[in-house]
C-alpha cells in the first residue's frame, strides 16, 4: 500500500505565498509521476502541475507556480507565489507508480488553500 501525506495547505493574503509538501511512503517500486491537482466545489479536479523527467504547469499557474521534487525523500513540493482569490481551492498530490509494467495512481487527503484578504 502506498500513502502520500500533504502539508502547507492554509490561509493567506492575495499577494503572498504557500509551500505545499507531500511525501510519498509504502511499497513503491518506481514514481514515474508525481504532481498536484486542484478542485473547488461543484468543479472538476484541475491538474495544477507536475513532474516527470521535465515539468507541466497549467496556464493559469505558470510563472506563479513552482514544482519540485526530492527523489531521495519521495516527496514532491509546489512553491506558490503571487497568490490569487481564484486560487482557492483543495489541493490534492498524487503519484503514478509504475509496478509489474502497470502504473497506478495514488491520491493525498488534499490540502485546503484559501486566498483571501
Known amino acids: 500500500q502506498v500513502q502520500l501525506v500533504e502539508s502547507g495547505g492554509g490561509l493567506v493574503q492575495p499577494g503572498g505565498s504557500l509551500r505545499l509538501s507531500c511525501a510519498a511512503s509504502?511499497?513503491?517500486?518506481?514514481?514515474?509521476?508525481m504532481g498536484w491537482y486542484r478542485q473547488t466545489s461543484g468543479n472538476q479536479r484541475e491538474l495544477v502541475a507536475r513532474?516527470?523527467?521535465?515539468?507541466d504547469y497549467a496556464d493559469s499557474v505558470k510563472g506563479r507556480f513552482t514544482i519540485s521534487r526530492d527523489n531521495a525523500k519521495n516527496t514532491v513540493y509546489l512553491q506558490m507565489n503571487s497568490l490569487k482569490p481564484e486560487d482557492t481551492a483543495v489541493y490534492y498530490c498524487?503519484?503514478?507508480?509504475?509496478?509489474?509494467?502497470?502504473?497506478?495512481?495514488?491520491w493525498g487527503q488534499g490540502t485546503q488553500v484559501t486566498v483571501s484578504s
Open positions: 498524487y503519484a503514478d507508480i509504475r509496478r509489474g509494467g502497470v502504473e497506478y495512481r495514488y
Open positions: 509504502g511499497s513503491m517500486f518506481n514514481i514515474a509521476v
Open positions: 513532474v516527470r523527467s521535465s515539468t
